[in-house]
């Protein structure tokens, strides 16, 4: 299957800092990226949806301004959680699709944010 | 939008047994559908998927069944093992919503010696 990175693993960063997520296809032409959040023993979220040089599309209920998504090339996708508070700990998850219909989406492999 | 329910939350067998999740799905239009699975701190794995033209697919021990017109999709795992024991997520996907996934609320399996 293809490979999708995602970087860092996990992070710790202080409250009102800001932290960058990256997520980045390998080995195929990423036209579609996902951003999802995890709390324990919960189930993915989807924050936003991102295609290539556009603007994401976020979740009712998700910040725009807090979580900054950039996707400038088909093979990375950036996300940005802004003057990031506790209750922003999580794992966070970016899957990534090409464009072809009937594909499936393949996961990195997440990242744990700890904020203290 | 589209609401997918799973159960159950837990599931506990004895190895070597069968194990079921079931899974429903509220947005017709939905037609594709995939499982997974996650061990504790790790990207979400894809064990077997089904697409809305099938009624039901099979790989090794693992299978899955679609009921469309019940909007309802199931997990069959036989001869459960150890290393089966994860948390089971379904999805679906509608291919005219920006083919963005849906999650259920996943099954913590549980194989027991």
């Known amino acids: 299957g293809a490979v999708v990175s995602q970087h860092p693993s996990w992070v710790i960063c202080k409250s009102g800092t800001s932290v960058k997520i990256e997520c980045r296809s390998l080995?195929?032409?990423?036209?579609?990226m996902f951003w999802y959040r995890q709390f324990p023993k919960q189930s993915l979220m989807l924050m936003a949806t991102?295609?290539?040089?556009?603007?994401?599309?976020?979740e009712q209920g998700v910040e725009k301004d807090k979580f900054l998504i950039n996707h400038a090339s088909l093979t990375l996708s950036t996300l940005t959680v802004t003057s990031a508070h506790p209750e922003d700990s999580s794992f966070y998850i970016c899957s990534a699709k090409t464009g072809l219909t009937n594909t499936e989406a393949f996961f990195g492999q997440g990242t744990r944010l700890t904020v203290v | 939008g589209e609401n997918v329910e799973q159960h159950p939350s837990t599931l506990s067998v004895q190895e070597g047994d069968s194990a079921v999740i079931k899974c429903t799905y509220s947005d017709s239009a939905s037609n594709y559908f995939p499982w997974y699975k996650q061990e504790l701190g790790k990207r979400p794995q894809l064990i077997i998927d089904?697409?809305?033209?099938?009624g039901e697919k099979k790989d090794q021990r693992i299978a899955v069944t679609l009921n469309k017109t019940a909007k309802h999709f199931s997990l069959h795992i036989t001869e459960t093992q150890p290393e089966d024991s994860a948390v089971y997520f379904c999805a679906a996907r509608d291919a005219g919503g920006g083919n963005k996934l849906t999650f259920g609320t996943g099954t913590q399996l549980k194989v027991e010696l």
């Open positions: 080995d195929f032409q990423a036209t579609t």
């Open positions: 089904i697409r809305s033209n099938v």
């Open positions: 991102s295609n290539e040089g556009s603007k994401a599309t976020y």
